[in-house]
């Protein structure tokens, strides 16, 4: 059974970077089949991809994000982290790490959630 748990920060002031990571436990982060995933959620909107880092190492991030989005793993601890700079209130949202079992595309289909965590970006 894998398990994934968020932490970091729950509030960030502007300008600032936002910082998060995810603990994976049942499963390891190296597992030559799966991707590790951030998505967030905005208040009133819909669930937004921000990235995914492959079992390689290597890390992919959605167009709109890239710019200010960083997200690296540490497989000693079987955990990866985003970052995400240069923050506004705009990126205030519920934040969550998932495992990608299968990419179609631009379709992808996550088979386990982390509970998320909210972040709020308020001076």
């Known amino acids: 059974q894998v398990q994934l748990q968020e932490s970091g920060p729950g509030l960030v002031k502007p300008s600032q970077t936002l910082s998060l990571t995810c603990t994976v436990s049942?499963?390891?982060?190296?597992?030559?089949?799966?991707?590790w995933s951030w998505i967030r959620q905005p208040p009133g909107k819909g669930l937004e991809w921000i990235g995914y880092i492959v079992y390689s190492g290597s890390t992919y991030y959605s167009p709109s994000l890239k710019s200010r989005t960083s997200i690296s793993r540490d497989t000693s601890k079987n955990q990866f982290t985003l970052q995400l700079s240069s923050v506004t209130p705009e990126d205030t949202a519920v934040y969550y790490c998932v495992r990608v079992a299968l990419v179609v595309g631009n379709m992808r289909v996550f088979d386990y959630w982390g509970q998320g965590t909210q972040v709020t970006v308020s001076s």
């Open positions: 049942g499963g390891s982060i190296t597992t030559n089949i799966y991707y």
